[in-house]
């Protein structure tokens, strides 16, 4: 790249190309321009070191710009071809496992460094647990529909029906899916043409986002790796809605998956916002069963569409034992296990069946989640298991025959991490050891911080790849009070 001034880098929107050199964390490829008053960095989503780019700046500061990835001009000499359609949401594909794998623990051992200000993590570092899958290792996809197509010849959109996901970086535009991505099943998306087709004959128009007008708007797939069966949510809005022959497209979807088909939703949603669930609406049932069965060790979770469920319930199976293996770290024995944000009960159950020894209790705020957690123990027959709907400052004065009787605290939060008085109150109920685990590690990285400023010492830290192709990966780390 040539010198430039500062005062010149960058308008928002501007396009420019860049020679992608390093990897942050979250997939952001690193490019640098030398200018007259030093080194400015750009970060491009979704690239790989060795890439030439188009980029389109989204924000400029004085020393680095965020940009978005238009278009790959030249690829990496470390990608290689796959058999499988190259999709949006993996970007990463045509990069062999074994380099996602170390990208990833590297890029998570620097926010460890800078976030946590943990100098020597890698002292700390248990293992990093691969995927056992790395292809059709998705349960759930979600598809959409939209009256503007994205076409790669022509690299602009265009009119047409189009069934697919959605153009990188755009709400409005979609790429037609036309044969197995790689990641969900591989009957379902061969057969994406011959949906399309059927959709296409029944003259209802695909959901048009700018005008946001239209019927067909998503197709869900949820898949039961366990029972080989594939459970599908329609959503279209209510307009013209006569038109739609139910019933054809049932017997469509049987001549595709044969007995794999366990049930067909159809979801009304005439709200504009780009939902699959409607804030006013219907969801009903029109063919087969509305819920699925997973199996994690040994345990039957019922599924239906809208649940939380692990994504890759293969490898949730790998980190769901490393949590157990972490719990039963040291000879301790196990009083009290609190399984908090424990959401539908599903580590609690895990820790109940393989520590049958413990009391363990599951505690979460929203109530249906305990119903929910209670009616799984319920099937699995599990004992020594409690669900409370508490909120965890409020738990031990609700509940203070567990003060100081805690012996372990098992956090699973959202991305966004623990709150800060959330994370005080967790300290407060006193446990020898906290189990960690989390979709983020950077919020993570942050939270251990503040654990080990209280007086808990970093034992052991774990990397889990859910999901091969994307920059997401899991963590788990082990706190043991000093």
């Not at 500061?61 to 993996?90: N, R, T, W």
């Not at 949590?323 to 580590?347: A, H, N, P, S, W």
């Not at 997401?472 to 000093?482: D, M, N, R, T, Y």
């Amino acid at each position: 790249m040539g010198r430039h001034r500062n005062k010149r880098l960058f308008k928002k929107g501007q396009r420019i190309e860049l020679d992608i050199i390093d990897l942050a964390y979250g997939g952001k490829g690193i490019a640098k321009i030398q200018t007259e008053e030093g080194e400015f960095v750009c970060f491009v989503e979704n690239t790989l070191p060795g890439q030439h780019v188009l980029a389109s700046v989204q924000k400029c500061k004085k020393k680095h710009a965020e940009c978005k990835l238009v278009e790959i001009l030249k690829k990496s000499d470390a990608e290689i071809e796959i058999p499988y359609q190259m999709i949006p949401g993996a970007p990463y594909a045509q990069l062999p496992i074994s380099i996602q794998e170390n990208n990833k623990k590297n890029t998570c051992f620097q926010l460890f460094k800078r976030i946590g200000k943990i100098d020597h993590i890698e002292d700390y570092f248990d293992e990093f647990i691969s995927s056992p899958s790395v292809w059709h290792y998705r349960n759930k996809m979600e598809y959409s529909f939209s009256a503007i197509r994205y076409d790669f010849n022509l690299k602009s959109d265009v009119d047409d029906f189009a069934l697919g996901f959605k153009h990188r970086g755009t709400w409005w535009m979609v790429e037609n899916l036309d044969k197995d991505s790689g990641l969900f099943d591989e009957d379902l998306e061969n057969a994406f043409p011959k949906l399309r087709s059927f959709f296409e004959d029944t003259h209802l128009a695909p959901w048009h986002p700018p005008k946001k007008e239209g019927f067909y708007r998503f197709l869900v797939a949820r898949k039961s790796y366990a029972n080989d069966q594939i459970l599908l949510n329609l959503v279209t809005t209510s307009d013209e809605l006569h038109q739609f022959n139910t019933s054809a497209f049932v017997e469509l979807l049987k001549t595709l998956l044969g007995p794999r088909f366990a049930g067909l939703l159809h979801t009304i949603n005439d709200s504009i916002g780009d939902r699959i669930q409607a804030s006013e609406g219907s969801c009903k049932l029109v063919y087969g069963n509305d819920k699925i069965i997973e199996n994690i060790l040994g345990l039957d979770f019922e599924i239906s569409m809208q649940s939380f469920f692990q994504t890759n319930p293969k490898c949730a199976e790998k980190l769901y034992q490393k949590v157990v293996d972490y719990v039963l770290e040291t000879d301790q024995k196990q009083e009290v296990i609190m399984d908090l944000f424990c959401g539908t009960g599903t580590i609690g159950q895990i820790l109940a069946n393989q520590i049958p020894d413990a009391d363990v209790i599951g505690v979460d705020i929203v109530p249906e989640a305990i119903e929910d957690a209670n009616e799984n123990a319920k099937r699995n027959g599990i004992k020594g298991l409690t669900f409370f709907t508490a909120d965890v400052g409020k738990f031990l004065q609700n509940f203070p025959q567990y003060t100081n009787n805690i012996s372990t605290v098992v956090l699973d939060p959202p991305r966004a991490g623990i709150a800060p008085k959330t994370l005080k109150k967790v300290v407060q109920l006193n446990a020898s050891r906290i189990v960690y685990v989390s979709c983020n590690p950077a919020t993570q990285a942050r939270d251990s911080d503040y654990l080990l400023s209280v007086g808990y010492q970093l034992k052991k830290l774990s990397f889990i790849d859910q999901f091969p192709h994307t920059s997401h990966v899991e963590s788990i780390a082990l706190f043991e009070k000093v």
